[in-house]
């Protein structure tokens, strides 16, 4: 083994294989039921799934392997004309058809959708058997400890928060409930900040022991001291962790946050359960650079390109969910078809979607995964649609470089028509003061004003220089 660059030792490919291997698959709490002849893309001619949900019991309740992420609820203007309300019928209509397929593990928190997300999301769950889901909601306290609330304001302020929590998901139990984001911010000192010093840990140890909190972990992003000191320090028993796994972040995490193959080792070697969260990184591995998306076409002509993150991330044994923000029924049906039931990666496709990965390393693009944490921006910028923009470019070809490229006057129409379509003029990234205030909430450490200014200059120069 080999130490890597994220403070973790590489598994080794004979450690993986074994935790990956059919007889691994068959234990560690995995269950599939109907038939696997129509493989990950299986399923009837009216793309109904090929069989019944995969499902994991490694807390002892029967988890479905794809978990609803409740963070990217389909919106809609606000009647009133100002901003925009979650579509609720739109909402109750997938969570209908993801119960009735068998998904059961519907992830949220206080901030998600504009603070809108746990009341949409109690809305239409509480239409169906209480016992038919699990919820899952998080103490999202690292935006009051950010605003300077400390000590007992921060403990009042963060009580309220989980209390509200019950009301809006109208329940008198949450199933999974996590202390949100450790490690990012100013990581350990934030993090004794939030938990310990505030005297938040213990209230929700207790009431775990009373029962109102079924099962109890932590989403980690960012300073890998705070994720090792929770495992190995906390004295707390965790239920399951909540870590971003996907093949990219396999081996290739960037800036602070630290490559899955440690974290789910370290999960591993003490048996306790993974939920995952951005197995598509935000959408960016299902946006990839065409020479990747042809690369996976070759393999396979008919799989989508976020069937292969989807399944990458659903084959480790120690995995309970999968968990996906599906705005639109056709990404809900999309992934049923991947999980219902789930084909494992083979030895060889694992080490070809590693392969894959270091070709993307190539084509290196800002690891923004639209999660919306750096919003809202005070001086009205869309940081996410910026970001996405540029992205978007680089996947497809049409970052302009060199005006003695032969594409260059194409590629450089297209950045900037797709700019000013994308983002209006009044939000775009001349109008960043370099405040800083997005930054500490970033869970993938991107020095946000820096980019905001690199993306400004490239567009100035792109105006300035019409080729001629």
Not at 2 to 15: A, I, L, P, V, W
Not at 118 to 131: F, K, V, Y
Not at 370 to 375: A, I, L, N, R, S
Not at 395 to 421: C, H, I, T
Request: glycine share 10%; hydrophobic share 35%.
């Amino acid at each position: 083994m080999t130490e890597d660059k994220n403070n973790g030792k590489r598994m080794s490919r004979r450690s993986f294989l074994k935790a990956m291997g059919a007889a691994g698959m068959a234990t560690a709490g995995l269950t599939a039921c109907g038939k696997r002849d129509g493989g990950a893309t299986g399923g009837t001619a009216s793309g109904e799934p090929a069989g019944e949900m995969t499902r994991r019991t490694l807390t002892g309740d029967n988890v479905s392997l794809l978990g609803y992420g409740c963070m990217r609820w389909p919106m809609k203007p606000s009647p009133e004309g100002k901003g925009e309300i979650i579509d609720q019928d739109a909402v109750n209509k997938l969570v209908d058809h993801a119960l009735s397929h068998g998904v059961n593990y519907f992830d949220t928190a206080p901030p998600y959708c504009q603070g809108l997300s746990e009341e949409a999301t109690g809305i239409a769950l509480s239409r169906h058997p209480r016992d038919s889901y699990y919820i899952a909601t998080k103490m999202s306290n690292h935006r009051l400890y950010g605003a300077g609330l400390r000590g007992k304001e921060l403990y009042d302020a963060s009580v309220k928060m989980y209390r509200d929590s019950f009301k809006r998901l109208r329940t008198d139990y949450i199933d999974y409930y996590l202390f949100h984001i450790l490690g990012s911010g100013a990581g350990m000192e934030e993090m004794r900040g939030r938990l310990y010093d505030s005297g938040v840990a213990d209230f929700i140890l207790k009431e775990r022991e009373a029962g109102r909190i079924r099962k109890l972990g932590f989403s980690f992003h960012g300073d890998v001291r705070v994720f090792d000191y929770m495992l190995q320090e906390s004295g707390i028993k965790w239920d399951f962790v909540q870590i971003q796994l996907n093949y990219l972040d396999w081996r290739h995490a960037s800036g602070r946050n630290v490559n899955a193959e440690y974290l789910y080792g370290e999960l591993t070697k003490r048996n306790i359960p993974a939920v995952v969260m951005e197995p598509l990184l935000g959408g960016r591995l299902s946006k990839v650079h065409d020479h990747i998306v042809a690369k996976l076409k070759q393999r396979e002509p008919e799989h989508s390109v976020a069937l292969w993150a989807f399944r990458f991330a659903g084959s480790f044994p120690n995995v309970l969910t999968v968990l996906s923000g599906m705005t639109y029924m056709e990404h809900l049906q999309d992934n049923l078809r991947t999980y219902s039931p789930l084909q494992p990666l083979s030895e060889e496709e694992f080490s070809f979607l590693q392969e894959t990965a270091d070709l993307m390393m190539q084509y290196q693009t800002i690891p923004c995964n639209d999660c919306k944490y750096c919003m809202p921006c005070p001086y009205g910028l869309d940081i996410p649609a910026i970001l996405l923009h540029y992205n978007k470019c680089i996947n497809e070809g049409n970052m302009p470089k060199s005006g003695s490229d032969a594409n260059y006057q194409k590629a450089r129409r297209a950045f900037l028509v797709g700019y000013d379509r994308s983002v209006p003029k009044l939000r775009q990234a001349n109008h960043c003061i370099g405040c800083g205030q997005c930054n500490p909430h970033c869970p993938q450490s991107i020095d946000i004003p820096k980019e905001m200014q690199r993306i400004d200059h490239f567009v100035e120069r792109l105006k300035q220089d019409s080729g001629l």
